[in-house]
């Protein structure tokens, strides 16, 4: 959830560009009253039958939604690099994503819905009785997001839940609410009626009180672990939950990897949106008689891209969404140099609110750039001698969500693939690798549940059987 520097009084949220912290607006604080009487509205509209909106005009809403948001994409980009530090050429493919997924969900809905038939014949008992599963909307949805993809993540919440009929409160970012905002305008301009979909900005206590709530039957929160955990401990009995909380990305590099060719990918990987990204690069594990000319290229590469202003088409990095995460992240890499790493790119700050794109090598197993989530522009290179040593290595992190393996042996490839502790393993690809549709989520301490628009969808169900006879 949010720094409570993003809350300066209790009233209003300040708005500002996280690369020259200069205001783009106040918003008011949403009453707490007028939160709750929403939730009630919500809970009363999804359980009238009446008040249900058919299957096809929920599609029918999609897919104007899409047209609008498509004919919006350059603002919605701007407001994405404005309010969030993304720099614009990426901000435009966050916009292409949303709409390719709301229009996915707008079409594979009533495959969701439809169920499936289960064997009726297996047994003298079931020989008479014809078997089907349903998927019914589970219930009023509560959705917590994230900074770092502003639209997006609101696609991947909100859009599965439009899709399957379930009522859906939003609580965007305090620091990115502004993307949010115009988007659910877009839905209820689109046709959606706003009880289906409601926007809320308030305090972080006010947020774990509503996820304990009964009356939601369902927690969507992306952000950080400590807080997804709590508030899984406080769900009200039978709400069910999906947390999304990223990780310490790993890259294990086989000996007869072609190691210049991985480096745009390993740069991009790990530097995109300054490393504020849930599956960025940050280890990359190589064969020690090459890992120290493997990091001299990747620093040297590194060195041609630019940092500054999100909103010019050039730059590469922009800035951290907050000063006081550019100093964590220094910190970190300034304990990494006093256990014994060695530095060969970056390791300072450009300003108060952008860092330099860093390439460490060897820092030590018990650092913070190792162990935790830097979430910053910070790419660790380590050393090692045995391949069995390193996946131990890769596999030590509490952290187990995408992981990549490079190298040109196919049969070792794909044996290391299956030994990696991770959700999803990437071969000859950076560990940001991501479609829409495909499952996305991580083990362990990453996280719980499966997002991608289609797993999210079959989320926010639940199966209802029903036997007939037959005949």
């Not at 292409?96 to 289960?118: F, K, N, P, S, T």
């Amino acid at each position: 959830m949010e720094d409570k520097q993003n809350l300066p009084s209790a009233e209003k949220i300040a708005v500002t560009s996280p690369y020259n912290q200069e205001l783009i607006c106040n918003l008011d604080l949403t009453p707490t009253t007028e939160i709750y009487d929403c939730l009630a509205q919500m809970r009363e509209t999804f359980e009238d039958p009446s008040e249900q909106i058919s299957l096809w005009r929920r599609a029918e809403i999609l897919e104007d939604l899409a047209q609008r948001v498509e004919i919006e994409s350059e603002n919605f980009a701007y407001l994405i690099a404005h309010e969030g530090g993304k720099p614009i050429k990426d901000a435009r493919i966050e916009v292409a994503r949303a709409i390719q997924g709301i229009r996915y969900a707008a079409r594979h809905a009533g495959e969701v819905l439809a169920g499936e038939a289960i064997p009726d014949q297996l047994n003298a008992t079931a020989d008479a009785k014809i078997f089907r599963v349903l998927r019914e909307p589970i219930g009023p949805v509560l959705a917590i997001s994230a900074f770092n993809h502003p639209l997006n993540l609101i696609v991947h919440q909100v859009i599965p839940a439009v899709a399957t009929g379930c009522p859906v409160m939003i609580k965007p970012s305090l620091s990115t609410p502004l993307t949010c905002l115009r988007f659910i305008e877009l839905l209820h301009k689109s046709g959606l009626p706003t009880v289906w979909a409601n926007v809320i900005l308030c305090t972080n206590e006010v947020t774990e009180k509503l996820a304990a709530d009964a009356r939601f039957a369902f927690v969507s929160f992306i952000g950080a672990a400590k807080v997804g955990w709590k508030l899984r401990s406080q769900l009200a009995p039978g709400t069910r939950c999906a947390l999304e909380h990223g990780g310490n990305a790993p890259v294990l590099m086989l000996q007869d990897a072609d190691f210049k060719k991985t480096i745009p990918a390993i740069l991009k990987g790990g530097f995109a949106h300054a490393g504020q990204v849930c599956v960025s690069v940050q280890r990359v594990y190589v064969p020690y008689a090459d890992a120290a000319g493997f990091t001299r290229a990747l620093a040297d590469a590194a060195e041609r891209l630019q940092v500054g202003n999100p909103l010019n088409d050039t730059t590469d990095i922009g800035p951290l969404i907050r000063p006081s995460e550019v100093n964590r992240v220094h910190s970190w890499v300034q304990e990494a140099l006093a256990g014994g790493a060695k530095i060969l790119k970056g390791g300072d700050k450009v300003t108060d609110t952008c860092y330099k794109p860093t390439i460490l090598l060897d820092p030590p197993k018990d650092a913070k750039v190792t162990k935790e989530e830097v979430f910053g522009p910070v790419i660790c290179v380590y050393g090692y001698e045995d391949l069995e040593e390193a996946i131990t290595r890769v596999n030590a992190s509490r952290y187990h969500f995408q992981a990549a393996v490079y190298g040109r042996d196919m049969v070792n490839v794909q044996y290391v693939a299956k030994r990696l502790n991770a959700s999803t393993v990437m071969i000859n690809d950076p560990t940001t690798f991501r479609v829409d549709w495909m499952p996305f989520g991580g083990r362990s301490h990453s996280g719980l549940g499966v997002g991608g628009i289609g797993y999210t969808m079959h989320e926010y169900t639940q199966h209802k059987l029903i036997i007939s006879p037959d005949g």
